[in-house]
């Protein structure tokens, strides 16, 4: 795909857009958000992120006709069993909330000490030319993590105040904009898709 090329991203998440607008800008790519195509909120009905973002990303493509990339991506967290991986988004019900999501998770773990508190984010990136392509990009990366006892800084989106980042010494939501692109699931993702256009 050439640079100049339209591309629309599946997603309504203000927090993911934020962060696709400043990865692709530098890179000359043209985005557009699914609500400029009033692309509806698709129902998350897979079983793994890879469906999921499948599931977004042909919706946007077959409404807006343009190349779509959807990213479906989540917390998982060791000492739960990978919950709540892909319904990280619903964890505390609908409708959605960053705010129940974190207090429930911060519950759950209430008595697992520091040191058992292991967890990953994961972010499935697919990218597809159209809405019937039947060879999409693909590319699946986790970003690895634990989960503090208490929230720490205001940056960021969903779970970063509660994801703390050994390399960093700091939270997510800590980091600032560019740190946490250069660092994070998506940032890195997104980076071995636009390789692989190359
Ligand atoms: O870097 C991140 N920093 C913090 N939290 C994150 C991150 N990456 C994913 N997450 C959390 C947010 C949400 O609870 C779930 C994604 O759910 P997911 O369905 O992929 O996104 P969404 O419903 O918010 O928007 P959309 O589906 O329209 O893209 O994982
Ligand atoms: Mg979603």
Redesign the pocket.
Known sequence: MNETQPLVL????A??LR?FAELLAPLGYTVHP?ADFDVP??E?TGLT?VE??LL?AREAARISGLPAL??????AVEALQGA?G?Y????AGEP?S?EA?NRKLLEALADVPEGQRSAR???VLVLLRHAEDPVPEIVQMS?EGEILAHPRGAG?????PL?WVPESGLS??ELSAEE?NRL???GRALRQLVERLR
């Open positions: 599946a997603s309504g998440n927090g993911k962060e699914q909120e698709v998350e992120f999921n973002a977004k959807a990213d479906d991506s989540g917390l709540p892909i990280s988004a619903r964890y959605k960053d999501n984010y994961w972010c970003w960021g989106f969903g779970y970063d994801f997510a939501a946490k994070s699931h998506r």
